[in-house]
């Protein structure tokens, strides 16, 4: 029976890892590809730098920190000044000075409930019932041509990820969400690519994101530099923090 299978998923041009897959162990197995549970449960923070392609054909320098609990900090310098975007795991604040808004404004609630997101430094499958997500498996799908499966993920304020893990490594390929952004719903695509170890855990190193919709807009990330649990005070979150937001950057920006 067993030799049945095979030859009829070879057939179909099914790879033999796809037989028989249920949500956890998938999840099991990316969960190990990405340096195991209890590698990823040590992480208290992280801090991120590179580049950002913020369209227009501009590349700029930016650092991500994210600290436990679903505090996260954005830098990114634009025509020599420093913007900000920051979650203190309640509320969250932003500084745009490159627009004429040298004051930290409060985020709208769209704009805390997308940065609230990105504020998790847990990867999105890990621990996934204790964090009230819930994963269903949708079937196989080929991904940039190759195989990989589809899982829906629905986090606890409704929203939804589509999760492609590659057949063969177990890592994710791509994830989909729907974003409202200036006022309008877009599909938006992120593909991951050179996934590296960085302490135990893998990281991937360049990320590109595409508009369903507007296959023109592409934006690229990639990731020079990573911490992992590098000490960052919870005051890099507040808004108090602010005015120093400018003078006082991320190791990173101010090297």
Not at 73 to 82: M, N, Y
Not at 91 to 112: I, Q, S, Y
Not at 139 to 162: C, E, H
Not at 223 to 229: E, Q
């Amino acid at each position: 029976m067993l030799k049945t299978i095979l030859t009829a998923a070879l057939a179909l041009g099914l790879p033999a890892t796809g037989l028989a897959q249920t949500v956890d162990e998938l999840v099991a197995r990316n969960v190990a590809a990405r340096g195991g549970a209890e590698a990823w449960r040590a992480v208290s923070s992280l801090r991120f730098s590179g580049r950002m392609d913020v369209g227009q054909g501009m590349r700029v320098p930016y650092v991500l920190e994210q600290k436990r609990p679903n505090k996260m900090r954005l830098e990114l310098v634009f025509d020599g000044q420093t913007a900000v975007q920051c979650v203190d795991g309640k509320a969250g604040w932003k500084l745009m000075p490159f627009l004429g808004r040298t004051t930290p404004t409060p985020m709208t609630e769209e704009e805390l409930r997308e940065a609230a997101e990105s504020a998790d430094l847990y990867p999105l499958l890990l621990d996934y019932a204790a964090r009230g997500h819930v994963v269903e498996l949708l079937g196989q799908v080929q991904v940039k041509g190759r195989d990989a499966f589809k899982l829906k993920v629905t986090l606890p304020g409704g929203a939804v990820r589509w999760v492609f893990l590659d057949a063969e490594s177990g890592l994710e390929v791509k994830i989909e969400a729907v974003r409202t952004i200036a006022g309008r719903t877009q599909s938006i695509r992120t593909f991951y690519h050179d996934w590296q170890s960085v302490e135990g855990i893998l990281i991937p190193h360049r990320q590109e994101t595409r508009v369903v919709d507007d296959e023109d807009e592409f934006h690229l990330l990639t990731v020079d530099t990573v911490f992992v649990n590098p000490p960052i005070d919870d005051a890099r979150f507040t808004l108090s923090a602010s005015n120093g937001a400018v003078r006082g950057p991320a190791p990173e920006m101010a090297s």
